[in-house]
């Protein structure tokens, strides 16, 4: 019998986020501090069943991975917080068999209640293979002005389980917003650290090196973002007290912690009817014999909808930006897609729309987001009956999306 590997006290850090906080940004510069004699690898987790966040993050690396020392898994179709331990079981133990990192970056999906996670994580089976450092949580300043998002437990479950919350897109929040921004952080968690990100300091900023005023705010940038860098990377090494406050218990009421594993009634998003794959290449295995390939499904208060297309199919950029911009009540747009433009990577979310042009991929790859329930704002509406109407006549738009129109708009794009 083939003797198994054991792994002890192997740093590992998740990273957290509500869909489209900026999770893959914060991770992009993680990895760009990584010593270069040192084996990283990343565990994706995509509540969809494309695997895109992957490509997303080689295509901001150069597609250098295996020259960085940097392995990545993804865990498409689901979510990994679910009842059952086995898919992360099995994901963890192939990366860390496959690869031997030094290090691991854990990426739950953004409609995943965090507390599942570090529940599993807290299992006496990783107390000794996995050092849990940092629990770094991304919160968009943008997404929480809006009530549905502050007000969802969902959104405010990430905060709670956070040791590091990181905020980014808060550029157009004044004085006294980022005040209750702090104050409603502290009612939630009262022990997490603020880190505001360098980008919201620096983004619309421009500099003219003819201008010696301008280059010293350049400098003074540059000092800034370098700071906030260093403060990132520090978290890497920090022990975290929620996962070891939540490990304690777990020694000393074990039955506690297969109880937390079922899901809560007020999660954002429930475990998929469908199973999660392990492996990437499992997941898409149909898709890849037979493409195109699109699929759709509903998962409590979203609609998810993604399509994989041959890479000699060429879209026109500017057609499939205005229809993806148009489609009802969307919350993310995520893609690799092979356009008029180039290939390019897709990146929307409602308070950002990130395009960049990227080397060519071995398929197109488009997935979207689609939020049934839309909570409405309170100073929209005065009455609850005129909420209720507003929220039924959402849904309802959503309910008439036929998906085979939608397929057959898609390919109509097809130069």
Request: hydrophobic share 40%.
């Amino acid at each position: 019998m083939k003797n198994s590997i054991i792994f002890q006290n192997i740093p590992c850090t998740l990273v957290t986020g509500f869909l489209g906080a900026g999770k893959t940004t914060v991770i992009n510069q993680l990895l760009a501090t990584k010593p270069n004699d040192e084996r990283w690898a990343l565990l994706i987790n995509e509540f969809g069943r494309i695997g895109i966040d992957g490509a997303l993050l080689a295509s901001s690396q150069d597609n250098d991975l295996e020259q960085k020392n940097i392995a990545i898994r993804e865990v498409s179709g689901g979510c990994i917080c679910c009842t059952s331990q086995l898919p992360l079981q099995i994901a963890i133990s192939r990366l860390l068999s496959d690869h031997h990192p030094q290090r691991l970056l854990i990426e739950p999906t953004g409609l995943a209640h965090p507390r599942e996670l570090i529940l599993q994580l807290s299992a006496s089976h990783w107390q000794t293979a996995l050092q849990m450092n940092t629990v770094m949580t991304v919160l968009s300043g943008e997404q929480w002005q809006h009530i549905k998002y502050r007000d969802h437990d969902g959104f405010q479950a990430h905060v709670r389980d956070a040791d590091v919350l990181i905020i980014n897109r808060y550029t157009q929040l004044d004085t006294s917003e980022k005040q209750a921004l702090v104050e409603w952080i502290a009612k939630l968690n009262s022990h997490v650290k603020i880190i505001w990100t360098a980008s919201g300091l620096t983004a619309s900023e421009t500099i003219d090196s003819s201008d010696v005023h301008s280059s010293d705010k350049f400098v003074a940038n540059k000092l800034v973002a370098d700071a906030y860098s260093s403060t990132l990377n520090d978290q890497l090494n920090k022990p975290s007290s929620i996962i070891s406050n939540q490990r304690k218990v777990s020694i000393a009421h074990p039955q506690k912690s297969l109880i937390g594993l079922q899901s809560q009634a007020n999660s954002l998003a429930a475990a998929p009817s469908s199973s999660s794959s392990t492996d990437e290449t499992e997941a898409q295995t149909s898709a890849d014999n037979d493409l195109p390939y699109r699929y759709h499904e509903e998962q409590q208060d979203f609609q998810l909808a993604g399509w994989r297309l041959p890479a000699h199919y060429m879209l026109n950029a500017d057609d499939l930006q205005n229809w993806l911009l148009a489609l009802p009540n969307w919350q993310r747009i995520k893609g690799v897609v092979h356009t008029s433009d180039g290939w390019m990577q897709i990146n929307f979310n409602p308070g950002s729309l990130t395009t960049k042009t990227i080397n060519p991929q071995t398929d197109s790859r488009l997935e979207i987001i689609l939020q049934l329930d839309v909570a409405v704002d309170t100073n929209a509406v005065d009455t609850a009956t005129e909420k209720t109407e507003t929220e039924h006549d959402a849904k309802a738009s959503l309910a008439l999306i036929d998906w085979e129109d939608c397929d057959r708009e898609l390919m109509a794009m097809v130069i």
